[in-house]
């Protein structure tokens, strides 16, 4: 498993994450949603120690290093340029000291031009891309920062069921978006960050709740101040 207890981190004096605890399962799907600006990107790096300077524990219960077993997907894939995409998926490989693979059979599914220059793709195919990266390593868990953002209605598909399967098999995956269907759809919880805590988590059987308490607290603040502008 992997853990986060009482995590807080602060930008100067902006304290973005409180007291934010959360725990990732391997074989499940585990959401995490919240505003633009709740955190949780901030949480994801913290988790794969992209940020230092926070307080709180993260570990993987198994004893090692959080990203030694897995896979981050980041909200914007970073590219060096003049890479072909081919090159970027070996780079990947040989920089965890992985053997290269065929990437054929994962790449009839993307269809990516692999021998095309990765920093001249479209946003939808540099996210898949990343994607490759990260499904050719076989990571126990995974953690995927919007990773339905900018793909395709196809991509969306696949995606969810790529993600279903993996958890099938044993691996544990975090994911954020802010498409609740997409979320609702492939989660087995779902956790809410509000506040720089998570205010609420819900189990598939409380999707339902989830989907009310959004709407009743949107209906209550937003949908009444547009009545007064509209
Ligand atoms: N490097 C940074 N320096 C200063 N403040 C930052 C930094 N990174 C994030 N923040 C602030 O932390 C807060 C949380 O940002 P974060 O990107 O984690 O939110 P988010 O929930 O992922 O938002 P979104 O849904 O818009 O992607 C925001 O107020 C943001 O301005």
């Known amino acids: 498993m992997l853990e986060i207890r009482n995590l807080r981190k602060a930008y100067g004096s902006h304290i973005v994450l409180h007291d934010a605890s959360l725990t990732l399962r391997p074989g499940t799907i585990h959401g995490l949603v919240g505003a633009n600006g709740a955190g949780k990107t901030t949480l994801i790096n913290c988790l794969y120690g992209l940020e230092s300077d926070f307080s709180g524990t993260i570990r993987d219960t198994a004893g090692s290093a959080v990203r030694e077993r897995t896979g981050l997907l980041p909200y914007e894939p970073y590219f060096y340029p003049r890479l072909t995409g081919r090159e970027y998926l070996e780079f990947c490989l040989q920089a965890r000291g992985r053997p ?43 953690i995927l920062d919007e990773p339905f953002n900018g793909l395709d209605l196809e991509a969306n598909l696949l995606l969810k069921e790529i993600l279903k399967r993996l958890r099938d098999r044993g691996t544990g995956i975090l994911l954020t978006s802010h498409i609740l269907g997409a979320l609702t759809e492939t989660s087995d919880e779902i956790s809410v960050l509000v506040g720089g805590r998570v205010q609420r988590h819900y189990t598939a059987a409380e999707f339902g709740t989830l989907e009310n308490d959004l709407l009743d607290s949107l209906h209550r603040e937003k949908l009444g101040l547009l009545k007064k502008l509209l």
Do not use: C, H, I
């Not at 599914?109 to 195919?125: I, R, V």
């Open 100 to 142: 290269v693979v065929d990437f054929t059979g994962w790449n009839q599914l993307l269809e990516l031009p692999l021998d095309q220059f990765a920093d001249e793709y479209s946003a939808g195919m540099r996210k898949k891309l990343a994607l490759l990266a990260l499904l050719v390593q076989q990571f126990n868990y995974l």
